[in-house]
């Protein structure tokens, strides 16, 4: 099972990748990163994404409404559940921005980010791999 230093370097093998990052959206710290930022500034591309992700982390239009008996109260459906949200993407003219949740055994903020390059990125396959790659990555 991959660390998050062979996870971005699989996650750059993608056709397009222009670079990629792990980061904790609570903290919006980079756990680690890759290739290219869309500015030049890794750290302030985590933060700035990780503001992304949380919004729709918490966003509940997002979450599953509880039904049935075994339904929990919100505070308690909340509490180490992972985010409803699998993924964000977000299109700009030039690339792709890719922000994959990492669901864990503990209680996990952490989303993989993928920069593509639009003309040579392939969106469909990046996902489909990000996803795969996500459910491997062992955070230590």
């Known amino acids: 099972m991959p660390g998050i230093d062979e996870c971005l370097l699989e996650v750059m ?50 979450a599953p409404e509880p039904t049935g008996p075994s339904a929990a109260a ?17 299109t700009t003219r030039a690339g792709y921005h890719i922000l994959r949740f990492v669901e864990t055994s503990f209680d996990s903020s952490v989303f993989v980010h993928l920069w593509l390059d639009r003309a040579e990125g392939n969106l469909a396959l990046a996902r489909i791999r990000l996803g795969e790659m996500a459910e491997r990555l062992v955070l230590a």
């Not at 919100?74 to 977000?90: F, N, T, Y």
């Open 74 to 90: 919100p505070d308690e459906a909340a509490a180490g559940a992972p985010p409803p949200v699998e993924d964000v993407i977000v």
């Open 13 to 62: 093998r993608l056709p397009g990748a222009r670079g990629a990052a792990v980061v904790d959206w609570t903290s919006g710290l980079a756990l680690g990163t890759i290739g290219e930022s869309p500015h030049g500034d890794h750290e302030a591309t985590a933060a700035e994404t990780a503001e992304v992700a949380r919004m729709a982390a918490e966003q509940p239009a997002f």
